[in-house]
């Protein structure tokens, strides 16, 4: 047999024996700890995450109340302040007024807010029963509609990424009612001009996951397909549709 090759293959083998013996040195010498010393190999101290706490109406403490006594939080679309009524709390779309703003710009957020649609009117139907929606950076639509037993299209009712993403199911309370949208959205990244990463939102609605980590397609346009666009953060918008759907107790946290 070639001498060489022989004390190749001898060199080869020569550390995988060294590496078996070091694992069998590791494994005796993890056999003498103690499960709770074991244990305590895979425990990581920091960092502490801070301590948050809660209001009497359950904001957090590290969240930002945006409806208030008063709407210095927000602005108009069309420039100038903010022109909805504020009752008690309450904000209501003031018809004709057009969209509000908020003031802050966010990128990641969790976002919680209450919404109620009124009693619907003689005829109203479809998109006309009641219709608003929260604009995400001002261009990616959660639909605010009432969807209780109410016949559209059904990438276009509450709880919609809107013309995009049918809910999982329609939770919807009766109107009248005071619903929930709690929401988590990731912004979308980009490189300069090119989108870098999508959009995605998980909408919780009265406790109910209707869209669950879904990717957000670009705008949510109400003609025409979507489509991503380079920007950065941007404020929450708020629609004025025409009718009198109001919002109350709306924080966010950026993430």
């Known amino acids: 047999m070639n001498r060489t ?14 590496c078996a ?16 010393q074991q244990a305590a190999k895979t425990e990581v101290w920091e960092p502490v ?39 008690n709390g309450v904000l209501t779309v003031k018809p004709g007024t057009g969209d509000i703003k908020t003031k802050a710009e966010f990128c990641d957020v969790q976002l919680h807010v209450e919404w109620k649609a009124p009693q619907p009117e003689a005829g109203m ?14 261009r990616y639509e959660i639909q605010v509609l ?19 993403t049918i809910p999982l199911v329609n939770a919807m309370k009766a109107p009248g009612e005071w619903q929930t949208y709690d929401i988590i959205y990731k912004a979308p990244t980009f490189n300069g001009e090119e989108l870098a990463t999508r959009g995605y939102v998980t909408v ?32 929450l918008q708020l629609q004025d549709h025409g009718n009198l759907v109001s919002f109350k107790n709306m924080w966010v946290r950026p993430l």
């Open 146 to 164: 009432d969807s209780y037993q109410n016949k559209t299209y059904p990438n276009g009712q509450a709880a919609s990424v809107y013309k995009q």
């Open 204 to 235: 919780i609605h009265n406790g109910v996951v209707v869209q669950n980590h879904t990717e957000i397609q670009g705008t949510t346009e109400w003609i025409g397909a979507p489509k991503y666009k380079a920007h950065g953060c941007a404020p």
């Open 49 to 87: 995450p801070e301590v948050v706490s809660f209001d009497k109406a359950g904001v957090p403490s590290d969240a930002i109340s945006l409806i208030g006594d008063d709407l210095s939080n927000w602005t108009s679309v069309k420039e100038g302040d903010a022109k909805w009524t504020l009752e």
């Open 5 to 18: 090759f022989v004390a190749s293959t001898v060199a080869l083998l020569m550390p995988l024996s060294a």
């Open 125 to 138: 139907e479809g998109q006309q029963r009641n219709n608003s929606g929260i604009f995400l950076q001002q």
């Open 21 to 36: 013996t070091a694992d069998a040195q590791t494994e005796k010498s993890e056999s003498r700890l103690t499960r709770e």
